[in-house]
């Protein structure tokens, strides 16, 4: 099936990591990325990673990708409280014609002092 | 660039009311999108368009949704009657395919919060 899956909690204290996982479900989709949705707004993109890449840096961000497994996994580093937020996963696979998001439930992530 | 634009941000309406939301694309998208967010469902999408033409509407959810696309800078996602359960965030979505970076991103507008008592 169409399942992205993501664990829906995470929990950190200010300036630590946070590291946000992801299973996508389609080897063949080219694109993956990172939306995060703060409290009564859209979804923002934050960054994104082509398949061909296993590694994306920028600034705090680092996106680390495992096609073998179909992994997808977001660090953010010295976590601030405006990290605070829901992080969703999204692919686009070729059996929506590469149209078709593909999002995970969300992991709200909590940033306290 | 003002992003993707809906209106209204919230809607409060009774059951069996018709309800109307707005969308303006990104000035030179030739894709929208249109998704529903609820807790229980997550972000589901309910058509998408290419070029003001619906593509694939099959996450419409019945014959009660009704998606246009007259030109390429408005759309309209109709609800009628609107019933409690349509409750949720609407969101719009837009994308160039093909564009510079060739990424697929879809840029969201910030929502209509529908409910519907």
């Known amino acids: 099936g169409e399942d992205v899956e993501q664990s829906l909690f995470l929990s950190v204290r200010e300036g630590d990591s946070s590291v946000i996982n992801c299973t996508y479900t389609d080897s063949s989709s080219t694109y993956l990325y990172w939306y995060k949705q703060e409290p009564g707004a859209g979804l923002q993109l934050l960054t994104y990673?082509?398949?061909?890449?296993d590694m994306k840096q920028d600034q705090r961000l680092t996106v680390l990708l495992n096609k073998k497994d179909k992994h997808l996994s977001l660090r953010i580093a010295d976590t601030q409280t405006g990290d605070s937020a829901i992080y969703f996963c999204a692919e686009i696979p070729p059996s929506g014609g590469y149209n078709k998001l593909i999002f995970g439930a969300g992991t709200r992530l909590a940033v306290h002092p | 660039d003002a992003g993707v634009i809906q209106s209204p941000r919230h809607e409060v309406t009774e059951m069996g009311q018709e309800v109307t939301l707005r969308c303006k694309p990104i000035?030179?998208?030739?894709?929208l999108f249109w998704y529903r967010q609820t807790m229980m469902r997550g972000l589901e999408l309910l058509i998408y368009?290419?070029?003001?033409?619906?593509?694939?509407d099959s996450g419409m959810p019945e014959d009660r949704f009704s998606a246009k696309m007259p030109n390429a800078s408005f759309s309209t996602l109709k609800i009628q009657p609107s019933e409690p359960r349509d409750s949720a965030v609407y969101f719009c979505a837009s994308t160039l395919r093909g564009g510079q970076g060739f990424t697929d991103t879809q840029y969201f507008g910030p929502g209509t919060r529908l409910t519907v008592l």
């Open positions: 368009f290419n070029n003001n033409v619906p593509i694939d």
């Open positions: 000035s030179g998208h030739d894709y």
């Open positions: 990673i082509f398949s061909n890449m």
